[in-house]
């Protein structure tokens, strides 16, 4: 055991005025499996990338470990896999290999394949198996889930409970339960460690925001009760001291010396209130940094004329000769929430884009009424580019409420300002899924729409979706996600 210790670390990029870190400071355990969290755009990778001495920064972190980060950038992906796995991890025995991809459920034949023909799972887990065979490491595994389907999530997930000493970036809440066994947060205004899992940290959390949020409450009151007292005292001694040169009512002058002392007195109390006013107005400053911005979303879907929108009887698909995936039957009704599942590769994308209109070779019944307007939310954000106006006037779409909502989900009104290819893999899911909101539409079609998208996010964009019952087909891995929202699952 050995201890990782960051002392006022300050961070921003070069031509920024934000700190993306300012005098941050805590300490991290080497054998503690660390689940890192927070908000797209906070700085998770950022932080990853400072452990490993990539950037500049004030302040100071000290290890007495080495630092591996996952994924690994692999130079020839076209070498076979065993001549990859030696690049990354040349002192491996090939027993601890085959132990490692053994635990991860891969076949040793992977290992005698080119390594661009697996799958992104299998390259997934090689490049696991090849991090945990680093001695005297901390490792840094940054967002594995995103090419994994759910099968394949819960066999990594148990793959690093097994294991410690590491810092695993993930948005998947029933991944982070399953592995870790202390949360890293990155919030508003600082960092916190917090024992335990995700659902514990989140417990904790909700607690921690009810009470801020409950003090801020009675906060206001005070100060607004605090306030309307010292303006009456301060009227009450201004009303006395313009009385100093008055007379009494029997005719005879006033004391001023009395009077005076009556309105300083007062004046004294206003300035007792004014200062108590201040003080719970510096409480309250204390309050409420934490506490996240996760205003409801909204969502109008069309009505479409008939209870049936698409059809699929005995349906099969083929790139080719390439049969993608054979006898698909299954109908959408109105309101329903319909998750596909199936592994990497069984066909579910080429299923939701022929729904979508693309042109893809099939046999079988397929049924879409030309009249159905379709919102599509795709896997693939490579092509995003331009600023978010040029975009929204590009896709048709009221650029007031597609920023609306992109502020719901977290931008900062600087983000508006940026290139969108500027912008995190989060934060670029975040637009089309903003667009799709925005679209007039009577089915809404989504392609993994999670994939880096923080948790917060997630769970605004559950609470639109059980609150607004739209007809939906979407693809996503997330098992809490798929529970929570899919009224029918169609396994393929």
Request: glycine share 4%; net charge neutral; hydrophobic share 35%.
């Amino acid at each position: 055991m050995s201890l990782i210790n960051v002392a006022n670390l300050t961070f921003a990029y070069d031509g920024s005025y934000d700190n993306i870190f300012e005098n941050v400071s805590f300490q991290v355990d080497t054998d503690w499996k660390l689940g890192f969290t927070g908000r797209n755009g906070r700085g998770k990778t950022t932080f990853l990338n400072l452990l490993l001495g990539k950037y500049d920064y004030s302040g100071s972190i000290s290890a007495k470990v080495a630092f591996e980060y996952f994924p690994f950038q692999i130079a020839n992906k076209e070498d076979n896999t065993t001549e990859v796995f030696a690049s990354i991890c040349p002192d491996a025995l090939e027993w601890e290999v085959m132990r490692e991809l053994s635990l991860l459920q891969v076949s040793e034949d992977v290992l005698y394949r080119p390594f661009d023909t697996l799958s992104n799972g299998e390259q997934t887990k090689v490049m696991l198996a090849a991090l945990f065979l680093k001695e005297n490491s901390f490792l840094l595994i940054d967002e594995p889930t995103n090419h994994l389907d759910r099968h394949a999530r819960k066999i990594v997930s148990d793959y690093l409970r097994s294991k410690h000493g590491f810092i695993l970036v993930s948005h998947d809440r029933a991944f982070l339960d399953n592995c870790v066994d202390h949360i890293l947060s990155i919030n508003r205004t600082n960092i916190d460690i917090q024992k335990g899992n995700f659902s514990s940290w989140w417990h904790n959390k909700e607690l921690q925001d009810s009470y801020e949020l409950a003090e801020n409450e009675k906060l206001k009151k005070d100060i607004n009760r605090l306030s309307a007292a010292a303006k009456r005292t301060s009227d009450w001694s201004d009303k006395v001291e313009k009385t100093k040169n008055g007379t009494t009512n029997s005719g005879s002058k006033l004391d001023k010396g009395y009077v005076g002392h009556k309105a300083a007195k007062m004046m004294k109390r206003s300035k007792s209130i004014e200062s108590r006013q201040q003080s719970a107005m510096d409480e309250k400053a204390k309050l409420l940094k934490n506490v996240e911005s996760s205003d409801k979303l909204k969502l109008t879907q069309l009505s479409f004329h008939t209870s049936r929108l698409v059809e699929l009887d005995d349906v099969s698909l083929f790139y080719g000769e390439k049969t993608v995936c054979e006898d698909i039957s299954f109908s959408i009704e109105q309101g329903d929430r319909i998750a596909l599942s199936g592994k990497n590769g069984s066909g579910k994308s080429s299923l939701l884009k022929l729904i979508c209109g693309e042109s893809i070779s099939h046999t079988g019944t397929f049924r879409k009424p030309s009249q159905l307007k379709i919102s599509y939310v795709s896997q693939d954000t490579a092509h995003l580019r331009g600023n978010l106006t040029s975009f929204a006037k590009e896709n048709s779409i009221d650029e007031s409420l597609f920023k609306a909502i992109l502020r719901k989900l977290d931008f900062s009104r600087v983000q508006f300002e940026k290139d969108i290819a500027a912008f995190s893999g989060g934060q670029k899911k975040k637009v089309l899924i903003a667009k799709s909101l925005c679209e007039q539409a009577h089915l809404h079609v989504w392609d993994e729409p999670l994939n880096f998208i923080d948790v917060i996010s997630r769970m605004q964009i559950e609470e639109l979706l059980l609150e607004y019952s739209p007809t939906i087909l979407f693809v996503e891995h997330d098992s809490a996600f798929c529970k929570n929202i899919a009224t029918k699952i169609v396994e393929l």
